[in-house]
């Protein structure tokens, strides 16, 4: 090789591991909250908090990327976001990429602001085909017990305490998400049995059971809880008055507690134990806690203090 084609060569070679350097730096660098004492803050938020949080959800953008924060950067809690697909049958009205491509940018699209929530990020074989208006429809396209499987195998490695997931009811499309929730609540149960997907044990992965499993909304949307009465708690001021300045969560129509269609479980924010003192900046959870227990004593004595 002569002397300038070598040099121009080594130039190049230069120039293209410079850029590179810089665009690994770029891509690697740490977001200013991770960095000096709020980092450090951070980072030691985490040390005596030994809890883990498990988001199952259907596609990417199901999940809510604030309850990841305020578990992650706010609890020091290690939280995971399984999405069993990859988002591949969405639609794009910005750019030209469909199916494969576009799962190709919501992958990249989490992986971004997994470095904001902190959340480790999960998948499964589960191929997005589009609209599913029926669970047996997606069950039979994704293969229940491969997907089951995949579902099982991280329950097991990240090993959750509380899960989290999505609605098990709703009317018309995107049934994605109630299939999801049925493989979310099944796995609950199996990742606890040895006897269930056997091979996973024999790699070291060992049966684990979790405390709690959560189901996002009741189903139906605003509409539905409005309409049938299942709203039975809002923000209020003095007055009795359901306003903005009442309103410490920013919930839609100032929305404290709501029921499920059934009738047997009720979810409230923030949880009244946790307003049942002027210490704690509220007592106003203090009232619906002494009601609870008038029924819990009423029925003691009927039943002369066996457990319920």
Do not use: C
Request: aromatic share 8%; hydrophobic share 35%; glycine share 12%.
């Amino acid at each position: 090789m002569s002397p300038r084609p070598r040099s121009t060569f080594l130039a190049l070679l230069g120039l293209v591991l410079l850029l590179a350097g810089s665009w690994a730096e770029a891509q690697l660098a740490p977001l200013p909250q991770d960095q000096g004492a709020t980092g450090l803050g951070l980072a030691l938020r985490r040390l005596p908090v030994s809890f883990n949080v498990l988001y199952v959800t259907a596609h990417p953008d199901d999940e809510n990327n604030g309850v990841l924060t305020l578990l992650s950067r706010g609890q020091g809690v290690r939280t995971g976001l399984l999405t069993v697909t990859r988002g591949d049958g969405g639609q794009n009205e910005i750019g030209p990429e469909l199916f494969q491509a576009i799962g190709i940018l919501r992958t990249e699209e989490l992986a971004g602001v997994h470095r904001y929530d902190a959340a480790e990020q999960y998948y499964t074989k589960a191929y997005e085909f589009g609209y599913s208006f029926s669970v047996e429809e997606t069950l039979q396209k994704w293969g229940k017990e491969e997907i089951l499987d995949d579902v099982v195998r991280v329950f097991r490695g990240f090993r959750p305490d509380v899960v989290l997931t999505l609605s098990l009811e709703g009317p018309g499309g995107g049934q994605h998400h109630q299939t999801t929730a049925r493989l979310a609540k099944e796995a609950f149960r199996v990742a606890a049995d040895p006897n269930r997907f056997p091979d996973q044990v024999k790699e070291g992965l060992l049966p684990w059971q979790a405390l709690r499993d959560y189901q996002g909304g009741v189903g139906g949307g605003l509409e539905r809880l409005e309409g049938e009465g299942q709203v039975l708690f809002r923000y209020v001021d003095a007055k009795g008055e359901p306003t903005p300045d009442s309103n410490p969560n920013g919930s839609r129509n100032n929305i404290a507690g709501i029921i499920n269609d059934r009738g047997n479980v009720l979810g409230m924010m923030p949880h009244p134990e946790r307003a049942s003192e002027d210490a704690l900046g509220s007592a106003d959870g203090r009232g619906i806690l002494r009601r609870l227990r008038r029924p819990w004593r009423s029925w003691r004595r009927r039943h002369k203090g066996s457990s319920p």
